[in-house]
């Protein structure tokens, strides 16, 4: 028996190996940035590769061999774009190997945009397998990505920062079996189209994990569907027991919640006012459906919380959140 048990087991391995796809090297007619690079044609950083593609509508790719490459990176190019990093494993961030980072704070830089390590300022965007850090740490708004772009897809990616990492504030956009880190209001913007599935969501402080800055009855709505909360690595003490999964940064706030597993112990309210004595609440939805796992036990939520039943869940879909177009560009094979 222990011999059949390890030919499965060898079984499974080889089967794993075998649908876990590789993307190492670059797809046909992509520009390719690679670090410290003399390759006559290759590019050092990904500014400089973003810098040389045209400015006209053809559509084009990027392919970033392994590496950390510092500096921020604006991309505002009309026509199409997508980057595509280094991986062993397209389906998951835990192989990725392509880092951009910066450490830009937004009370230097002047805006939380201008903070951003990563800023999209684009439609038809789509990125896979790369890892968007902002090292600013405590003290200030730091952007690891800025999207203002709508048809914008973010695959398989890992995203790091500490105040607002992601900055999802204009446009249309999916978050698909990535990973997202931070402490306070670290999913933010205000009138981001967002859905975020199949992510894991790691907090390394207290704080909120998201702050809808939505300001009026409009489009910009945020839903998330079968993402894990965890504890991150390395977070501060006091982190258990002090997350919420929100508060409302606009008076008209609007985040779902679906089939949310939580393993990090949130605070028992789940959600929270903007601030005591100017709490923004009145307009608000913020709700959840079928939120498990023991870091909610215990939950005792505000009557401003909506807790939505099987079938008013079923109406938030992808489709409501960024259109009903979104399977003509939006990668299926990152849906879960």
Known sequence: MRVLSDLLICVLAICGSVLAASRTSPPSGALVVRAGTTTTGEYKTLSSAVAALPNDSSSRSIFIFPGTYSGQVNIDRSGPVTIYGYTSDTNSYSANQVILTAGVPASTAGSNDASGTLRIHKNDFKMYNVNVKNTFGQGSQAIAISNYGSRAGLYACGFYG?????????GTQVYLKGYIEGAVDFI????????????TIAVT?????????READNSAT???????????????????GNVFLGRPWGAYAKVIFKNTYVTLPLNKA??????????????VFLAEYNTTGSGV???????????LSSSQAGSYTIATAVGSDYASWVDSAYLV
């Open 222 to 240: 945020y839903i998330f569907n079968n993402n894990n909360i965890i504890l991150g690595p390395n977070a501060a003490s006091g982190t258990s």
């Open 270 to 283: 789940i959600w929270s006012v903007w601030n005591t004595g100017d709490e923004r609440t009145d307009h």
């Open 297 to 307: 036990s215990g939950a005792s939520r505000p009557s401003f919380a909506t807790m």
């Open 162 to 170: 500490f105040q607002d990492t992601l900055y999802s504030n204009q």
């Open 188 to 199: 933010f913007g205000r009138l981001g189209q967002a859905y975020f599935g199949g992510n």
């Open 205 to 213: 402080s207290k704080g909120y994990i998201t702050a809808s800055g």
